[in-house]
């Protein structure tokens, strides 16, 4: 299970190349990008995709989006399927979906969505410890703030870009 996992988005997309050679081995990429069309997401994909097999990071295909129905991503090649949550409720329909490991959001402020309430650590630490499968910490997070989540690992943005 991955300790590290990158999430692709409009504006990390100039860095990801950088931010793939960066990942420890082993760790993993949510490819997003839902804002190119069909072939053009396919095309941005590809370089990426050889990149991170070089690297030995687990690529994973996002779905069209983050509703109750498209929680999980799509199977990878080696098998690793990710879910979000921000509820108890939705860790048990995660792990239920047969979810590998969930990211559960939004930790902390983040500019994805600036003025969100946000879980904080201790809501955070205690959903995850209820949790039935690994939980990765999203939203906000920093190497910084890892410090403060018990948690399998951490999924960022901007974190890790």
Partial sequence: MPAHVLLSDARNDALLETALRRLPRGSAFVWRHYHLAPAARAARLAPLARLAALRGVTVVLAG???????????RTTRGL?????????????AARAGADAVLLSPVFPTRSHPGAPVLGAVRFNTLARLSPIPVLALGGMTRRHRAHVRAHGFAAIDGLS
């Avoid at 399927?81 to 329909?93: D, I, M, V």
């Fill in 81 to 93: 399927r990710l879910a979000t949550a921000h509820t108890l409720r939705e860790l048990g329909a």
């Fill in 64 to 74: 069209p989006g983050y509703g109750p129905a498209h929680r999980l991503s799509c």
